[in-house]
């Protein structure tokens, strides 16, 4: 950790990684985009997490681990996924979420 | 005394039953028949042994006939108060019962072999017949009155299978619901009547319910309801249950209906058996009647010589056989019926009692032999109206003797059994209720009368010409007829007084020749009536009838009874309260269930384009519903 930067710049960061998440998620179409985009919302919480936890209770670690979990959790997240969007690829030959739309009513 | 055998009477038959209802198919027909016909024969030997052990070897104790508890066991358990047990009780008349039960059913299932040989279902009519005898034997036997009540459901179902065994007949169907209808209707009175009883004494036993101590009547002897004791009205609801079954008036149109089922069907159930149950039911809850609900009792006495005019004089007109001997039927348990209604308890006071079972001993044989020698008749002439008949004697005989014998005891002629059994009921009835003695009196003298018209017409009349000649029946149906003419002639000698009583001691009767010389006279000259209008072919019947004219009309419509029942039910019953309630139905209950299933679907239709399966917009609302949500509480909640 870097002696005088603030906390708001490291928020900013985490933010913005955030929102950048978010619309990729919103907006892109290849699933393994969308994948990735989820994982960019995992690490701004983890941002955050760290963070709150350095600049406000230095003396304490649970921040920090809850980090690691999530990071262990984003983990299996990610193997499932993938599993998934392999299976759809077999399936439909694409792994365009828009030609997945088979569970409308 | 070991009585633990007697279970054997009611387990075989219901075996017989489960081996005709399930496997009956894979056999030839004849294997049904001969599983059932043994399967009673060996109930029937039980039966005479169970007899003779209970009257003349265990006998008397302290003077008075045992009430015995063969077998007991928890059926169901509800709370340690309330238990409703299974279990065999026998006393004299249970034990009378399970002999002219095992009897008479014994003797149907012989005979059916010969009528019903090559009819379709032969196992099917033996698998019915044999539930017949369980439930009517467990009826008998019943320790308790919810038991009973038990079996009496079983009677009528099984009576509902007889009846509509034709089941490819529109009428038999016709009849068969009508009985179970009637009979289930007055069969809801009984089981109020019961509920009533075992409320207010907590109990169900019969033991306890006739027995000496009456203290646990104390707690509902005061109450009343409409100006009647509660026991009054307990016992007339459950007299109400007996009604249906023994078909008393006004539950008494089922029965002439009820001869569409097979003739032997008639003999057992619509004439020996069942119909007598409603007797039965009120003999075994005698004492509660005699001593906690008298007016029942007379209600009861009126209901029956009421009955047995009533059927009597419908006999006269009827021209179908069986519904002429099902009138007949109606008649006699009326005078049963009558002499329980003004009997006593003690002693010779008990008289009416005593004669009632009587009766409904002697009544089971002739009645039977009637019903079977009409059976023999319908299966030579292959028809049931008289008119069809005439001259038979010389093509059946054996079946005429035993018709003649049959009809001579019904009539009460001297030395045959029910002159002993019908003196007895017309002594218990002169010295409780002139009214009620004149009556049966007069009946006497128009049973001898429809009888003995019945008999001529069928066996003397006219040279009918018959497209096949008559021929006798087989052994197998004459020999049940030639054992049970055997029986109407002798079962009057039974001491019946020395057996069977109200209170279980034995007392003297002897023949009261002031009563039995004019009910015999009238006897004969009914039946020489009979022989003057029926004997040869003559015009008196018709030049009476037309004489009698709408009066006439009326008796040979019977009453209009029918009629009655279908106006009050087609027309008041179901314009004026079905309709409504089925309107009430459609459009209030229904329209309710359909209005919110409606709603439901109509909103899901609207909202469906919602589930859009696209994942993109799944998470712009996620992510907008979020951010909503995180202002709400940023702004809003503090």
């Known amino acids: 950790m870097i002696e005088g930067i603030p906390m708001t710049h490291v928020l900013i960061v985490s933010a913005f990684m955030f929102f950048a998440g978010i619309c990729g998620f919103i907006i892109r179409r290849n699933m393994i985009t969308i994948l990735m985009s989820i994982e960019l919302i995992l690490n701004a919480v983890n941002i955050n997490l760290v963070v709150f936890n350095k600049y406000l209770y230095p003396d304490q670690l649970q921040g920090q681990f809850f980090a690691l979990f999530v990071v262990g959790i984003a983990a299996a997240e990610a193997s499932v996924a993938i599993a998934l969007i392999i299976n759809i690829y077999r399936r439909l030959n694409s792994i365009n979420v828009e030609q997945v739309n088979e569970m409308k009513y | ?638």
Not at chain 2, 21 to 36: A, C, D, Q, T
Not at chain 2, 102 to 114: D, K
Not at chain 2, 180 to 206: E, K, N, W
Not at chain 2, 419 to 440: P, Q
């Open chain 2, 1 to 638: 005394m070991n009585y633990s055998y007697t279970i054997l009477i009611l387990l075989i038959p219901i075996a017989a039953f489960l081996f005709n209802g399930l496997l009956g198919m894979k056999f030839k027909p004849i294997v049904s028949g001969l599983v059932g016909t043994i399967g009673l024969g060996i109930v029937f030997l039980l039966s005479w042994y169970t007899a003779w052990q209970y009257f003349f070897v265990g006998g008397m104790v302290d003077g008075e006939f045992p009430k015995i508890i063969a077998m007991s066991m928890d059926w169901l358990q509800f709370t340690d108060k309330l238990t409703i047990r299974m279990g065999i009780m026998l006393d004299p008349i249970s034990v009378m019962m399970l002999v002219v039960v095992s009897s008479v059913s014994f003797m149907v299932h012989i005979y059916s072999l010969g009528y019903m040989k090559g009819e379709k279902g032969f196992e099917r009519f033996y698998s019915f017949l044999s539930l017949f005898s369980f439930s009517m034997l467990g009826l008998v036997v019943a320790t308790n009155i919810f038991q009973m009540y038990v079996f009496w459901e079983l009677v009528g179902i099984s009576s509902f299978l007889l009846i509509g065994f034709y089941y490819q007949k529109p009428s038999a169907v016709a009849a068969s619901k009508k009985a179970f209808i009637v009979t289930r209707f007055a069969d809801l009175g009984f089981l109020i009547g019961i509920l009533l009883l075992s409320f207010f004494t907590q109990t169900f036993d019969f033991t306890t319910l006739t027995g000496a101590d009456h203290s646990i009547f104390e707690s509902g002897a005061a109450k009343s309801f409409m100006g009647m004791s509660v026991f009054t009205w307990a016992c007339l609801l459950i007299f109400m249950g007996g009604a249906g079954k023994s078909a008393m008036f006004p539950f008494h149109i089922w029965l002439p209906d009820a001869m569409e089922g097979p003739t032997p069907v008639s003999a057992l159930i619509h004439a020996a058996t069942m119909v007598v149950a409603g007797v039965f039911l009120v003999a075994r809850m005698f004492p509660v009647f005699f001593f906690q609900a008298p007016d029942a009792l007379e209600v009861i006495a009126y209901v029956g010589g009421f009955t047995s005019l009533f059927a009597a004089i419908i006999a006269c007109t009827q021209y179908d056989i069986k519904r002429v001997l099902a009138f007949s039927t109606l008649s006699q348990i009326g005078y049963m019926i009558l002499a329980l209604g003004v009997s006593g308890y003690e002693g010779h006071e008990g008289v009416g009692y005593m004669a009632s079972m009587f009766h409904l001993f002697t009544h089971a044989f002739f009645k039977a032999l009637l019903f079977l020698g009409a059976g023999a008749i319908i299966h030579a002439v292959h028809s049931n109206v008289m008119q069809d008949m005439g001259g038979l004697r010389k093509y059946m005989p054996i079946t005429h003797i035993t018709f003649l014998i049959a009809c001579l005891t019904i009539s009460g002629v001297p030395f045959l059994s029910a002159f002993f059994s019908k003196d007895e009921i017309l002594v218990a009835a002169f010295h409780h209720n002139k009214l009620l003695f004149a009556v049966e009196y007069l009946v006497a003298g128009i049973t001898a009368f429809y009888m003995f018209r019945l008999y001529f017409s069928i066996f003397w009349g006219k040279d009918t010409q018959y497209h096949h000649t008559p021929h006798e029946a087989p052994k197998v149906m004459t020999i049940p007829l030639m054992i049970l003419a055997i029986g109407s002639i002798f079962a009057g000698y039974v001491p019946f007084a020395k057996l069977i009583t109200a209170d279980g001691r034995p007392f003297e009767s002897h023949i009261d020749f002031a009563i039995a010389i004019p009910s015999v006279l009238i006897g004969l000259v009914g039946i020489g009536l009979a022989m003057l209008m029926y004997r040869k072919e003559t015009h008196i019947p018709e030049r009476i009838s037309i004489a009698l004219g709408g009066f006439y009309k009326t008796v040979y419509n019977k009453f209009y009874i029918d009629e009655i029942y279908l106006f009050i039910t087609k027309k008041i019953i179901f314009n004026y309260i079905s309709r409504p309630v089925a309107w009430f139905d459609r459009h209030i209950v229904d329209g309710t269930m359909n209005g919110i299933g409606w709603i439901t679907l109509t909103s899901a239709k609207k909202i469906k384009g919602l589930q859009s399966g696209y994942l993109p917009q799944y998470g712009m609302v996620f992510a907008l519903a979020a951010v909503v949500f995180v202002l709400i509480f940023a702004f809003l909640v503090r």
